[in-house]
């Protein structure tokens, strides 16, 4: 009897310990579920069992792209059009996202990077409700979203498929279809997948979940 007496003692407090830190975390948190302050809370933990599954890849073989990067059209979060021929002469880094996933907080991530090279790099975030629908907002709930918790001002897509299939949305198709990028097939393991795009509209790297837009690897290639 003791014995678990104890138990329940050492789990109360582990558990208020916890609340505590999700708190700490998310004090300048707006509009947040209690799932997505925890997810949010548990991030750094997430990053560092994820370090090691790191598996990106590279255009070492590549032929060059049968269909132009910039030839891609596809519809803002504002439903205005988003005409990629516009982003000729930068690098780019596309990713799916998702507001109540484990990698939520990469937005913050994405957005430092951003400010700190929108001379020379576009960031475009692809919302999307694939991966166990964690992103089951609106347009408007995710651009709120975005805006209030983590100050996000590079591009938004409007919510789209990301995943190989019929409803694939064309930035996504030409990404994961060697036929038209030349030589990657890799689709997004998960959100907040990475595809870095040079400066000609070429593809160069794939990027799991788990490196982190900050990164040594994503600097590295952002460098090159």
């Not at 690098?91 to 484990?102: F, P, Q």
């Not at 651009?143 to 001002?153: D, H, L, Y």
């Amino acid at each position: 009897m003791r014995k678990l007496k104890r138990i329940f003692v050492v789990v109360l407090v582990l558990t208020l310990v916890f609340a505590a830190y999700v708190m700490i975390v998310n004090r300048h948190s707006t509009g947040m579920t209690t799932r997505q302050k925890i997810m949010k809370a548990i991030y750094p933990a997430l990053m560092f069992f994820t370090k090691n599954k790191k598996k990106m890849h590279t255009s070492e073989h590549a032929q060059q792209a049968a269909v132009s990067f910039y030839s891609l059209k596809f519809t803002g979060n504002d439903q205005q059009e988003f005409d990629f021929s516009t982003l000729k002469g930068k690098k780019v880094l596309l990713v799916n996202t998702a507001s109540d996933c484990g990698y939520t907080p990469q937005y913050a991530d994405l957005q430092k990077l951003y400010e700190e090279q929108k001379d020379k790099l576009v960031i475009i975030g692809f919302p999307a409700n694939d991966f166990k629908e964690q992103e089951k907002g609106s347009d408007e709930d995710i651009a709120q979203f975005c805006q209030r918790n983590f100050g996000v001002t590079f591009p938004l897509m409007k919510k789209s498929v990301v995943v190989p299939g019929q409803s694939q949305n064309p930035v996504f198709k030409w990404l994961t279809d060697p036929k038209q990028n030349g030589w990657n097939n890799t689709a997004p393991e998960w959100n907040f997948s990475k595809y870095l795009v040079d400066e000609k509209g070429e593809l160069l790297y794939y990027f799991p979940p788990g490196i982190s837009p900050t990164g040594p690897e994503i600097r590295k290639a952002l460098a090159e």
